[in-house]
């Protein structure tokens, strides 16, 4: 509930309105508060339009309700929604922000001529072949050799990373920018990793390819994520 019963919390701020509705109360209710209030604060014809962004809270709305939300604000005062802000969102958006901001964890060797495609950060346990190409809608990060494509922010995400234990692409793609792969001096540096190894009984420390020879159950990471 809003600050002493109120339904409606007008806020000015730089360069515009900021309408606090209560999330506790009906919409009907809401709506008559919300043209009592404009209509005691009216602004006359000569004063210019006012930009306004409005905080539902917990509340959701309909594209109706929404609708008329904002008609009764322009009618009332020279005020133009600028945002309609909430805290609620629909399970359908979740799903698609959760899927977005997910890990993906991969183990396989991308082979030239063969894409793999997740939605979220790509977690690549294997290399990219020649040829081969890796895309995600998120960050890429590849423990083994990328020696082909990798496409990050596939959706536009130019704050998307690819990173790789060693980086020799035959072409980097970050949202709809792309690079090609500069001339390397060296054979780069290759990810270790330490596994007790069973045979020697001792921990032993190897690139993480054999790493995944030894520990087979590691690509069940991946058939989990695809059994949802």
């Not at 346990?125 to 890429?140: H, L, Y």
């Not at 083994?144 to 020799?168: C, F």
């Amino acid at each position: 509930m809003a600050a002493n019963n109120q339904r409606v919390i007008m806020k000015g701020r730089h360069g515009g309105l900021t309408l606090q509705l209560d999330d506790q109360c009906s919409f009907s209710d809401l709506l008559a508060e919300l043209e009592e209030e404009l209509s005691v604060n009216a602004a006359s014809e000569q004063e210019p339009m006012i930009k306004v962004s409005i905080q539902l809270g917990a509340r959701y709305l309909t594209e109706d309700q929404k609708r008329v939300l904002t008609t009764l604000i322009r009618e009332k005062q020279k005020l133009v929604v600028e945002s309609i802000e909430s805290d609620v969102i629909k399970r359908t958006e979740a799903l698609s922000w959760k899927e977005n901001t997910d890990i993906t964890p991969v183990v396989k060797t991308v082979r030239s001529g063969q894409v793999t495609n997740v939605r979220g950060d790509l977690l690549l346990i294997g290399d990219v072949n020649p040829g081969g190409q890796i895309q995600a809608t998120g960050n890429i990060f590849v423990l083994g050799r990328l020696k082909g494509i990798a496409h990050a922010g596939t959706e536009g995400d130019s704050t998307a990373v690819i990173a790789a234990s060693y980086m020799q692409p035959t072409q980097l793609r970050i949202a709809d920018q792309f690079s090609r792969s500069p001339d390397y001096e060296s054979e780069g540096v290759y990810m270790e990793c330490g596994f007790i190894d069973d045979e020697e009984e001792k921990i032993r420390v190897d690139r993480i390819q054999e790493v995944v020879k030894k520990r087979p159950d590691l690509a069940n990471f991946e058939r989990r994520m695809d059994n949802g």
